[in-house]
């Protein structure tokens, strides 16, 4: 599976950003589509996921901020970031996940800053 991640940028806090993911190749194997990040010297955590059947989960820090999508038609996910804060900051990544979880397929980061 090959994803192209786009949409990131710098926003001031409490604005919003809309990330985009687009899937090629083998999107028939992929049971659910995540976003992560990673901020400068922290592991890369998971943001929120969202199933092939639509059901999502977020990470604490972002519920009720963050919003995951798909449009099945486009092969793509998105991620609507609102209430942006400073440490939201971070390498953004899309990776398609199989039916256990795991990571199968990374896609390149997308950078977010957000300034105070």
């Known amino acids: 599976v090959q994803l192209q991640a786009s949409g990131g940028g710098l926003v001031q806090a409490g604005g919003s950003l809309r990330l985009s993911c687009a899937a090629s190749?083998?999107?028939?194997?992929?049971?659910?589509m995540g976003w992560y990040r990673q901020a400068p010297g922290k592991q890369r955590e998971l943001v929120a996921v969202?199933?092939?059947?639509?059901?999502?989960n977020y990470a604490d820090s972002v519920k009720g901020r963050f919003t995951i999508s798909r449009d099945n038609a486009k092969n793509t996910v998105y991620l609507q970031m609102n209430s942006l804060k400073p440490e939201d900051t971070a390498v953004y990544y899309c990776?398609?996940?199989?039916?256990?979880?795991?990571?199968?397929?990374w896609g390149k980061g997308t950078l977010v800053t957000v300034s105070s």
């Open positions: 990776a398609a996940r199989s039916g256990l979880g795991t990571v199968v397929d």
């Open positions: 190749g083998s999107i028939f194997s992929i049971k659910a």
């Open positions: 969202i199933t092939s059947g639509g059901s999502t």
